[in-house]
């Protein structure tokens, strides 16, 4: 396979395509479908072709993406696939952008999911369904600009081009209360970013106003550890807001529940967390090694851990219990991330993964659920078992993912935090483990909720079980469930090298930071 | 490089070349437009021909600039800053005759002169980013002055023109007098009116620390704050912009304050430097208070005029935090932002001509209600305009770089404006309380039963909202050669300023 890739220069053109490949999807899906007279409502006859040519686009690009897996060398440091080009040259910004092991596995996470959310929800959409593809398409373009940016100007501009078509689709097509939720989450994740923006200004200067590179930067920036304090605090924000770190959460569980199902699979993707592990650390690496700044981020993960897992307890609407449950994920990140060995960021990563895989499989159940009975109330529910014994099975098995049962993809990745934290903050690590303990209360609780308990509510009767589509979509993500979890070490292999750089990258950037320190009384 | 002699007659007309193509223009319109009998179609024509005549100043402004032609420290600057500003004038100016064609047809404003007064307004302007002396510059404030108060009120049915024309009459002689005030104590403490001369003058404390010099720049100060509608100066706009016809609102709104701010700007950096720290101080103030009077007012506003016009005051804060920095990268984003600023405004004015289907001027948010249904080009566009009034990078274009370039400048001074930034920054998440207000109301709102669709809009205002959009996005994507001109021209108008002796001492 690495063969075949370098004779057709997959390197050299993969990333832009990537970039390239969704915009111009949603330029063709402009000129799809019989044109209606202007202000029409394109007809039902046409819809179809849509769907199919968006689909065909997000297949695409998961086909480019899939050779990633291949092409990134776990063992080689750096970044692959890179292309650099002029910007604007004034003020020194460029057009960086490359992929590493960590970069590769979330694009590749991306790309995977977001066709198989489009098929999972392929007759939710029936109005202005050409700009609702057309905007999922940018939105997916500004997600991989983010995970490809090595620039922060670059990186800045993606990280707000994700905001407007989500902003768009929860505002247009989401739930009842979509005006309010859609203008929510796009004030409180434009203070964090803004903030970030000036972040980025400082950063700029104390490089003389040559460069954003983010390679660049890491190497010269020496900032004493007051101002490091102040930007790491500013990127920080910037990404536990965008990530749902607690308590910059409340705004997900609103927006993941008014968005229709691709969009909620699209906000399972942590870029925030991505965004951690690629600048907020590696750039401020004294800060982020800081006791008083390591004791607090490490208590709010372990508080969202728990907080997370009690509030999806008492969450009695089954998407904002997955939304809690993954808020309550994002804090075994952050735990895996600050506590900074090679293990446990290892497994950060992989429950960036998993919280993504299995967020979204229930978010498309969920979705499904939806079609069928109107309702995600789990009290209007109970056993569905009977009736539709496909997606209950199914059900099931993402909740196990979801609780860390052995087995499942789950519990490699949350194990790989706890072994790697406990050494270092045992006290931690141990009230993380409860709410792994917590997380198999609130989800075996929902499940019995949902699929035993008695057939009591007639309207259960009817509903029908998965067809082919959503049955293909399903395993789909049970394969991916199954294989993380049962043979994970492809992903780890794939993983190891880039966290064990990470970890020496930062503890020798502190160590230069306190150098510096000491040099200047 | 080409020195110029403003004493030989001669020269002197070279240097103040673009202004006169522009006045002459408009004196010689001014004839054409009296000589025929009011109709639509004479209305028309002046109208074209106004457009002719800020074409011709454009390409008098490139060839002045393309000649590099300098001067001493006379009485008008000749300088790049000063041809960066009179073009984003003359692209103001252009953009408001065009919408302004199909809008006074609709309205039955056929009175010709009002194309003429844009005119003469604009040579005023242009006469004020020339200013390098204090008389030049009130000669520009009075031409452009009397000019808008006139446009403010030409629609003489209206009675909420009429208001708006007098109540912005009374304050702008009100803050004239201020101006002229100052100016005179200015001259008292220092015997000149060369900003020049003053600012070798400000080096010897005795003089800049005198109280006629210390009352005289803050009595010029409140002129300028009149003018660019900083707070607590800034209570006409509402009523002016909300009054006056649209395409005039956006003259307002976009010309009169790139002319004003580039007076400013040379005031500043020439006169005052970095000498006093009372007016830097002041300046600070002056900055924050606006941002933040600005776009907390404007998230109640439910009329369109009102919400952009308190937007205006909310940029003019963001404009001032530039001006705070003192630097000349200072006056390079002020360059640059009031492009951005100017293309989004008055494309929004042009979006609001061509919403307001002939009805009484007001323009209450409801009706753009679903407009994304009906209209999705005009939709689409307003939404460019507030994501580039908001300052959102791609789908903002050239607003996100605008932002940028204030925030960076406020940030590279030599006393570095950390809080004036994240007063910024704070108070532009509150803007996007209203202009994604009305992103959501176009987009997430269903169109009323019975509420019919605007008309389509005509040529004209459809170039410039075409025009103005592709732009925005357009150097929003690749801004480089904007901010080379805007860099280069500061940087070659400006001599970069000393550094601040006392710059511990200076934020609040």
Redesign the interface.
């Given at each position: 396979m690495p063969g075949f890739l370098a004779s057709i220069h997959y390197g050299t053109w993969v990333l832009p395509a990537l970039l390239a490949i969704p915009l111009a999807g949603a330029a063709l899906i402009r000129l799809a479908g019989r044109s209606p007279l202007?202000?029409q409502e394109l007809r039902a006859a046409a819809w179809r072709e849509v769907r199919v040519l968006a689909f065909a686009t997000f297949a695409a690009e998961a086909v480019v993406a899939l050779g990633l897996w291949w092409f990134v060398d776990p063992a080689r440091a750096g970044y692959v696939a890179r292309l650099d080009l002029p910007?604007?040259?004034?003020?020194g910004a460029r057009f960086t952008i490359g992929v590493d092991g960590i970069s590769a596995v979330m694009i590749l996470l991306t790309c995977l999911l977001m066709p198989l959310a489009v098929a999972a929800s392929w007759q939710v959409v029936t109005t202005k369904i050409r700009s609702y593809y057309s905007l999922l398409l940018i939105l997916t373009s500004g997600v991989i600009g983010v995970f490809v940016s090595l620039d922060l100007l670059l990186f800045?501009?993606f990280w707000?081009?994700m905001?407007?078509p989500m902003?768009?689709i929860i505002?247009?097509w989401g739930g009842t209360e979509?005006?309010r939720a859609?203008?929510r989450y796009?004030?409180v994740t434009?203070?964090g970013s803004?903030?970030m923006?000036?972040a980025i200004?400082?950063c700029?200067?104390a490089s003389g106003?040559a460069t954003f590179g983010l390679e660049a930067l890491t190497r010269t920036l020496s900032l004493d550890l007051t101002y490091q304090r102040w930007l790491f605090a500013a990127f920080f924000l910037a990404f536990a807001i965008k990530s749902a770190v607690f308590p910059f959460h409340t705004w997900l569980p609103d927006a993941q529940h008014e968005a229709p199902t691709t969009t909620a699979v699209a906000l399972s993707v942590k870029v925030g967390a991505y965004g951690i592990v690629r600048f907020a650390v590696p750039l401020f690496p004294a800060a982020a090694l800081d006791d008083g700044i390591r004791a607090i981020v490490i208590g709010l993960a372990v508080v969202g851990i728990v907080y997370g897992a009690l509030v999806a307890l008492v969450q009695p609407d089954f998407k904002k219990l997955v939304s809690y449950s993954s808020i309550s994920h994002v804090g075994f990140i952050v735990l895996g991330v600050f506590a900074l060995t090679a293990t446990s960021v290892q497994g950060a990563v992989l429950v960036m993964v998993n919280t993504g895989i299995t967020s979204a499989a229930m978010m498309c159940i969920l979705g499904m659920l939806h079609e069928r009975r109107k309702t995600g109330m789990i009290a209007n529910f109970g056993g569905i078992a009977r009736v539709v014994p496909m997606l209950s099975a199914m059900l099931a098995l993402v909740a196990m993912s979801g609780i860390a049962l052995p087995g499942t993809n789950g519990f490699v990745g949350e194990f790989l935090v706890l072994a790697g934290a406990f050494a270092g903050f045992p006290v931690a690590s141990i009230l993380a483990a409860t709410g792994v303990v917590l997380g198999a209360v609130y989800a075996l609780w929902a499940i019995q909720r949902v699929i035993f308990n008695p057939l009591d509510n007639p309207e259960n009767r009817r509903m029908k079980d998965l067809n082919r589509r959503e049955l293909a979509v399903l395993s789909a993500f049970a394969v991916a469930i199954l294989w993380i979890g049962i043979w994970p070490s492809p992903m780890l292999d794939r993983l190891g090298g880039p966290s064990r750089r990470f970890v020496m990258q930062v503890e020798q950037g502190a160590r230069a930071a306190a150098t510096l320190e000491a040099a200047t009384p | 490089m080409m020195p110029l002699d403003l004493s030989i007659p001669a020269q002197l007309t070279t240097a103040y070349l673009p202004d006169l193509v522009v006045m002459g223009g408009g004196m010689l319109l001014l004839l054409w437009a009296v000589w025929r009998p009011e109709s639509e179609a004479h209305s028309r024509s002046v109208a074209w021909i106004a457009m002719g005549v800020c074409l011709a100043g454009i390409a008098a402004v490139l060839w002045s600039w393309n000649r590099g032609l300098t001067a001493g420290n006379g009485a008008i600057a000749v300088d790049a800053f000063r041809w960066v500003t009179d073009l984003v004038i003359l692209l103001g100016m252009l953009m408001t005759l065009a919408i302004s064609v199909d809008f006074n047809q609709r309205m039955r404003l056929l009175a010709p002169e009002m194309h003429v007064l844009v005119v003469l307004a604009g040579s005023g302007m242009m006469l004020l980013t020339a200013a390098r002396d204090l008389m030049v510059l009130f000669l520009g404030v009075e031409l452009m002055s009397v000019s808008v108060y006139v446009l403010a009120g030409i629609d003489r049915r209206s009675s909420r023109g009429a208001e708006s024309s007098l109540k912005y009459f009374l304050l702008g002689a009100f803050s004239s007098a201020f101006l002229l005030y100052g100016i005179a104590l200015v001259y008292g403490a220092t015997g000149s009116t060369n900003l020049v001369t003053i600012g070798e003058a400000m080096s010897t404390p005795a003089v800049s620390g005198s109280p006629m010099m210390m009352v005289g720049l803050a009595l010029l100060l409140v002129g300028f704050a009149f003018k660019v509608a900083a707070a607590p100066f800034h209570m006409w706009t509402p009523d002016v912009y909300d009054g006056a016809p649209a395409p005039y609102s956006g003259l307002m709104a976009c010309a009169v304050k790139t002319a004003s701010f580039a007076a400013l700007v040379r005031v500043c950096l020439e006169a005052v430097g970095t000498g006093s720290e009372r007016w830097h101080l002041a300046l600070w103030w002056l900055a924050a208070a606006t941002m933040v009077v600005g776009n907390l007012f404007a998230i109640q506003q439910r009329n369109v005029k009102r919400m952009l016009s308190y937007s205006s005051i909310g940029h003019a804060g963001f404009l001032l935090v530039a001006v705070t920095a003192q630097t000349t990268e200072g006056a390079a984003a002020i360059a640059f932002y009031l492009v951005a600023y100017t293309l989004a405004t008055l494309g929004a004015f042009a979006v609001v001509v061509a919403m307001n289907g002939g009805s009484d001027g007001v323009t209450h948010v409801d009706e753009y209600a679903g407009l994304w249904t009906v209209r999705p080009g005009l939709a689409m566009a307003m939404a460019v305009y507030m994501l580039a009034l908001l300052g959102f990078p791609l789908v903002g274009g050239m607003g996100f770089f605008a932002k940028w370039y204030v925030l960076q400048a406020a940030l590279h001074a030599s006393a570095p404006q950390t809080r004036l930034a994240i007063i910024l920054v704070l108070t532009t998440v509150v803007s996007a309380g209203f202009y994604l207000y009305l992103v959501m109301v176009m987009f997430m709102r269903p169109r009323p039963e019975g509420l019919a669709p605007p008309p389509p809009a005509t040529g004209l205002t459809r170039l410039v909202i075409a025009t103005s959009v592709v732009l925005i996005l357009a150097f929003g994507l690749y801004p480089s050669p904007a901010v080379k001109v805007a860099q280069r021209s500061a940087a070659a108008s400006f001599a970069p300023a000393a550094p601040r002796p006392t710059a511990s001492a200076v934020a609040p």
């Open positions: 202007p202000g910007w604007i040259q004034d003020w800045y501009v707000e081009l905001l407007i902003y768009f505002g247009i979509r005006l859609s203008l796009f004030l434009m203070i803004l903030l923006l000036v200004v400082v700029w200067q106003g | -």
